[in-house]
């Protein structure tokens, strides 16, 4: 295997001169506006792959695909002429994706766009399916009728909670619970 910085390399100097073969040196009347986007070779030298896209029609494209099969042996020659390698790998033309990939990519977009339009005209003109303020409140009671009345819950009003501390441990403080914890506290020491 070669190092992949010098297989970058190599890709990168075929780039070159396919692209400035087929800017001046090819004469075939099929070959269109190409443009070569990108080049990989494998790992050994021994093959390249040579990404395109032309600029035109679907004719035009077919076109282009037959001029730049033809003129694959002439290229190879040219590329075999300028680079330092011992063997000229072999050429293979790949037509790119990338236009019907932008194309694909643009229509996805306006659809999102129209998408977002919808949604935003619905917003505009919807209403709230509840409250408009969803969070729960609490009820304030005025009388004990109410209280009452309220959902057959038994609701006191704040001021039956207002108890004190101190009032609660009078009320539960009668010395019985006080009188066991002893009892359990002698226990676990014996």
Not at 59 to 79: F, I, N, Q, Y
Not at 106 to 133: F, P
């Amino acid at each position: 295997m070669v190092d992949e910085a010098r297989a970058r390399k190599l890709a990168d100097r075929i780039k070159v001169i396919v692209a400035k073969k087929l800017e001046r040196g090819i004469k075939d009347p099929r070959l269109g506006f190409v443009t070569i986007t990108d080049v990989r070779v494998t790992g050994d030298l021994q093959h390249a792959s040579i990404f395109y896209t032309v600029y035109g029609t679907d004719e035009e494209r077919a076109d282009s695909a037959v001029a730049l099969k033809s003129a694959t042996g002439m290229l190879r020659t040219e590329v075999g002429k300028n680079i330092t390698s011992r063997l000229t790998p072999s050429l293979e033309f790949i037509a790119d994706g990338i236009p019907e990939n932008a194309k694909l990519i643009d229509s996805l977009l306006n659809e999102a766009r129209a998408r977002d339009a919808e949604v935003e005209r619905l917003a505009k003109q919807g209403s709230y399916a509840g409250d408009a303020d969803p969070y729960v409140k609490p009820r304030v009671l005025t009388s004990d009728a109410e209280a009452e009345d309220a959902e057959g819950f038994d609701v006191h009003p704040p001021e039956a909670f207002a108890r004190s501390i101190d009032d609660v441990d009078a009320e539960e403080d009668d010395g019985d619970l006080d009188d066991e914890l002893e009892e359990l506290g002698e226990a676990g020491a014996k």
